[in-house]
């Protein structure tokens, strides 16, 4: 006899559905899956037919085909453990087929008959949901988070003899608890009681601003000790609060990653990662032998810190730029083809020499310029490119830390660093730019178009363009950031003085205090 139950594939961060058909035949006892599984697959044989037994089902006893439709497309995990018993037990007169029309279902089975949670529900929920599934079967450890999906009726199972007793019987399924929106998790600003340090005064704290604004990539550059890591670490709490498409977006990804803490509440924050420089090329970028998320997905709507820029080799740094452009990474090999998003604001921190006292008034470099020469050029000069801010910073006075002591404050120096500012200057940018961008993604036309350029400030960027001999790209990102600064400033037209602000940030020939090495590309 032949059944079919439907369940979904997780296809980078999306799913697929899946449909699980079952035949029975005579012939030898034995198991036999098609349909291109891995490993976990193979393996179900054993747990579902444990499973079935200690569940007290009739196990297989003839010759068991389990197809997993479509044939062409790779499936892996143990998501498929719960849809072939159910098949299966259809398939063996266990349970009555019509019972499973129109049923998604997705879980591990234990050797007990329990069943397991399982990764990537969100997206399974939101496959099943677009197919007008009658209802989802998920385990009781997922139930809360595949309920964040909207028009979806949840069916949470604890084990799989309740789950057919239920079927059998046409039980009620207790209902979900409503699942916990963002705007009750995720106030409207960040604390306005909390104070910030005083590292985050002058021109260290306007850059971070202007990055938290308008997105934009920034490099912080200094001695050890100047505070790059602290100044980085400060920056989530100025960012605006998700909306809840981002912060389901940003769900999805945990999820497919296994990075679920709450299960009942979308992702509030905005993600902060900051991957050591000896992390691998799948940890970073995403993909592996098992598919999943990397470090630069796991940013997506938040910030990227890698601390130690120069550190990280060269070749994995030169694969982040189409990615920065972009906003995905498109991973391509010759099993699986995914497509992670990537919208997210890199922040990069390097000393100025390999000791990290170039410039430094009390401290003397020790480097020779062939050795900071070939240590600037583990960045490449079209990485650099990207990068829309580029800041030098200097070791904090003793007045400083002793504003970090709590025992000199004066906040009076910085009033627009605050972040009901921000907020409302990334509201001015969303609201204005098409498809809602940011001021970083804004293309060339556009620039021209909403930008709202005055005279005297298209010919002051005439000039500096001229002068230094900026690229295409380092033009153009130097109007980005000159509107971003406009509406930070509540100003609708972009001005002389926004623009020779943003000057102040591209100084690349001052990053390294070193005019003798080999310049980066401006």
Known sequence: MLARCLSASLQGLD??????????????????????????????????????????????????????????LRKEGPIFDLPIALALLAASGQLDRPL????????????????????????IAACAADNNAAALVIPEGNAAEAALIPSLSVRPVSDLLTLVQQLRNRQTWRPLASATTLQATNPACPSPAREDPPILQGQAARALVIAAAGAHHLLLVGPPGCGKTRLTRQLPDLLPPLTEREALTITRIRSIAGLINNPTALHSQR???????????????????????????????????LDELAEFPRQLLDLLRQPLEDGVIRLRRCRVSNDYPCAITLIGATNPCPCGWLGDPEHDCHCS????????QRLSGTLLDRLDLKLRLDRPSIHTMQGCLGLARDKSQDPWLNPEVIAAARQRM???????????????????????????????????????????????????????????????KVDDGAIAEACCFRCDDLLRNDHSAAAPSR
């Open 430 to 492: 969303l609201q204005r730019n098409p498809d809602q961008c940011t001021n970083r993604d804004l293309e060339a036309r556009e620039l021209g178009e909403v930008g709202a350029i005055e005279p005297g400030a298209m010919q002051l960027w005439e000039d500096v363009v001229r002068q230094r001999g900026l690229t295409t790209r380092s033009s153009l990102q130097l109007l980005r950031v000159s509107r971003t600064i406009a509406d930070l400033n509540d100003r609708a």
């Open 271 to 305: 993600p902060f990662r900051a991957p050591h420089h000896s992390c691998s090329r799948a940890a970073l970028l995403g993909g592996g032998v098992q598919a999943k998320p990397g470090e630069l997905s796991l940013a997506h709507n938040g910030v990227l810190f």
């Open 369 to 376: 310029p062939s050795q900071r020469r070939r240590y600037w």
């Open 15 to 72: 799913a697929r559905a899946v449909t699980v058909e079952v035949d029975l035949a005579p012939g030898l006892p034995g198991v036999q899956l098609v349909g291109l599984p891995d490993k976990a697959i193979q393996e179900s044989r054993e747990r579902v037919r444990s499973a079935l037994r200690n569940s007290g089902f009739r196990g297989p006893l003839v010759r068991v085909v389990v197809n997993l439709a479509p044939a062409d």
């Open 100 to 123: 499973l029309d129109g049923l998604w279902c997705a879980g591990e089975l234990g050797l007990d008959g329990s069943v397991r949670p399982i990764r990537g529900t969100i997206a």
